[in-house]
């Protein structure tokens, strides 16, 4: 009996250290500017040797991202969605890596290029990516941002077990 309690008691402490460097892996950035909320975001340690492998075997790699802008409230509020994605395909013949960008499942970007740090940086790095009007915020109310990001192809995790890295940024709406 009391093995089953210090397994289950040490399953629970992996499991939040899990969670614990799943938030310190991706850095938030929510801004309101012209009336707009915008949020920049950055994964830390996402580009790793498994999704270079991925990427230079011609597999389509794509980094999923899920954002939301939510109120805190006794139940929270969900005030914006979007998803984004940021796609690899490398052409082993020409050595080029194509890159595209969607919101929504439209296409906002796309590029062609054969330098890794722009890759990279591609992938994980996203700059002023529009939420929301701020007409949509109470002032002087705490907002959050979550955003949960994924990688496909799936054979192996952005941080080792999670098959997701999930991090949130709070701010406070004055006009």
């Given at each position: ?99 595209t960008r969607t919101i929504d499942g439209r296409v906002e970007d796309a590029t062609v290029t054969d330098d890794e740090a722009v890759v990279r940086s ?54």
């Amino acid at each position: 009996m009391s093995r089953r309690i210090f397994l289950c008691g040490a399953a629970v402490i992996v499991a939040l250290g899990v969670i614990g460097r799943a938030a310190e892996s991706v850095r938030i950035t929510p801004i309101t500017h012209d009336q707009k909320v915008f949020v920049s975001f950055e994964l830390n340690d996402a580009y790793t040797d498994a999704i270079r492998e991925s990427i230079s075997s011609g597999l389509r790699t794509t980094f999923s991202y899920d954002v939301a802008l939510r109120m805190e409230a006794w139940v929270d509020r969900t005030i914006a969605t979007t998803v984004v994605n940021a796609s690899d395909q490398y052409d082993n013949l020409t050595r080029q890596h194509r890159l595209t960008r969607t919101i929504d499942g439209r296409v906002e970007d796309a590029t062609v290029t054969d330098d890794e740090a722009v890759v990279r940086s591609w992938l994980t790095t996203w700059k002023r990516l529009p939420l929301c009007d701020t007409s949509k915020l109470d002032a002087t109310r705490d907002y959050y941002v979550r955003i949960s990001a994924r990688a496909r192809p799936s054979s192996s995790s952005l941080i080792g077990w999670a098959t997701a890295i999930t991090g949130q940024a709070k701010f406070t709406f004055i006009p």
